[in-house]
C-alpha cells in the first residue's frame, strides 16, 4: 500500500487536502470521492528526505513549481485563446471558478501558461478576485484582458465576457495571420533571389573576367562597375580583408534590430510610425488594420460594461500606432470634459470620414459599441482586399525589378563579348 496526498474540493467548493492509503492512483481516486470530495491533483507521497511532514513537503514543491520555468516572454496567443474559451464554457456549465482553474490547470502540458495558472489559482485560493489574481501575471494577461475579466465580475457575466474574449482574440489573431502570410511569399522570393546573385557575383562573373583579361578586350563602363561590384562580393579586391557577402547576410537582421532599437525611443517611435503610415504602398493597409483593431477593442470593452474612459484609455495603448495613440488621447480628454467622441477624431483626420459618420450615430443612438463592431467587421474584410491588392501589386514589381537586375548583368557580361567577336571577324577578314 502507497501513501497518496491529494488536493480536492468538498460539495460547497471549497479546497480540502489530505492523504489516503491505496494500492494504486485510480483506487486512491475512489475512496477520496468515497468521502465526499472531488480530487483535483492526487500524486503518490514520495519518500522523506527530512523531517518535515508531507503536506509541508508537497506546498513546499509545489512553491517551487509556480515559481520556476517562467522563462523569457509571454505565452502564445493561440494557447490563451483556447484557454479563455474553455474557462467561457466551464464558467457557463456553473462550475465554481476556482475548480474550473484547477480543471484547465491539470490538463495543460509543463510550460508557463500552467506554471501561471498555478499562481491564479493559489491566488483564487487566497480570497482575490480573478481579474486581480490575473493582474498578477502580465505575461499571459495583459491590460486589456483583466478590466474585460472585471468587467464580467462585477456585472456578473463572466462567461458571456470570456466569450467575448476569446471572440476579439481569434479575430485579431485571424486578421495577423492573413498579413503574416501574405508577406511570406515576397520575402521567400527577395531570399533566394539575393542567394542567386551572391552566387552570380562569387563565382559566375569572375570565370567571365578570366576570358576578358586573356582576350585584352576594352570592358565598357558597365561591365567595370559589376566586376568591381562581384570583387567586392567575393572579397578579391587588393587589400580588402572581408569578404562583401559577410557584410550582406547579416545586414536585414542588423536593419531589424536597428529599427527596433529606433522605435524604443518616444520620438523615434513617433517618426516610424508616421512614416509608415503615411507610406504610399503599404500606408494605406496599416491604417485600416489599426482602424479595425481600436475599433474592434474598443466595442468589446464597451459592450462589457468597462467605463467608456476606462475603455478609451486601454484601447489608446493598445492600439499600435502612435498617430492613433495620439487621436485617442484627445478623445479620451473630449470625454472628460463632457464632449462626444466623433469630433475629435475628425479633427485628427486619421480615420475615413464613414468610420467618423458611423461614430457620431452610434453615440446619437447610444449603439456605440454595436457601431464599432460593424466597423471592424467592415474594415476587416477591406484589409483581406488590400492584402490580396498588394500581394497582386508586388507579384509583378518583384519580376519587374529582379528582371532588371538580371538584365543588366547579362548586358554587362554580352557587351564584351560583342567587342572580341567583331575584333575576331576584322582580324578575320584581314
Known sequence: MATFVYEALNSAGKPQKGTVEAGTTEEAIARIKSQGFYPTSVREQQAKKGGGPPDAEAMKGKAKKKGGGMGIGGVGAKQLTAFTRQLSTLQDAGLPLLRSLQILESQLKPGKLKNILMGVCEEVEGGSSLSEAMGKFPKAFNHLYVKMVNAGEIGGVLDIILQRLAEFMEKSQRLQRKIKGAMVYPIVVITIAALILTGIMVFIIPKFEEIFRDFGVALPWLTMKLISTSRWVAGTNPGQSIPGWIVLLPSPIIMIAMWKLIRKAGPG??????????????????????????????????SAGVPILEAVKITKETSGNYVFEKALQKVHDSIREGEGFAAPLRESKTCDAIVVNMIDVGEETGELDAMLLKIADNYDEEVDVAVAALVSLLEPLMVVVLGGIVGTIVVAMFLPLVAMIQSLQGGGAV
Open 269 to 302: 517611435r513617433a517618426a516610424t510610425d508616421t512614416m509608415l503610415l503615411f507610406s504610399p504602398v503599404f500606408g494605406n493597409l496599416i491604417r485600416k488594420t489599426v482602424i479595425a483593431r481600436f475599433t474592434r477593442t474598443l466595442g468589446t470593452l464597451v
